[in-house]
């Protein structure tokens, strides 16, 4: 019901856009976060959207450089510029109903398969 997309290899300080696939009632009904899991760390919160799109949230290490976005073909966006190469990590989109505490992974219900970021130095 989540596919996540988009990821590759690219160079210290370039560009990648990963999409998220929702189902129809997915997209319709749920925030929709994004999380990353580089080798030998925990999984953490990255960016996430409400289900109306009027609400983003970003972590630290996200803000001023990522961009979480809802498109028209029921596809959730995460925009990554001026890459670095701590980003390095497998990213997943994933979805639920609560409209609140979006940054914690424990309230998210749908999970999508991760897509591996590779940033090179």
């Known amino acids: 019901q989540l596919q996540a997309s988009g990821g590759g290899l690219v160079q210290a300080g370039g560009s990648l856009r990963l999409s998220c696939a929702a189902s129809g009632r997915i997209f319709s009904t749920s925030a929709i976060g994004w999380f990353r899991q580089a080798p030998g760390k925990e999984r953490e919160f990255v960016a996430a959207?409400?289900?109306?799109?009027?609400?983003t949230d970003y972590a630290d290490s996200a803000k001023g450089r990522f961009t979480i976005s809802r498109g028209n073909a029921r596809i959730i966006y995460l925009q990554m510029n001026s890459l670095k190469p701590e980003d390095t990590a497998l990213y997943y989109c994933a979805a639920t109903l609560s409209p609140v505490q979006l940054t914690t992974q424990n309230v998210y219900h749908y999970w999508g398969h991760g897509t591996q970021v590779t940033v090179s130095s």
């Open positions: 959207i409400t289900r109306s799109g009027a609400t």
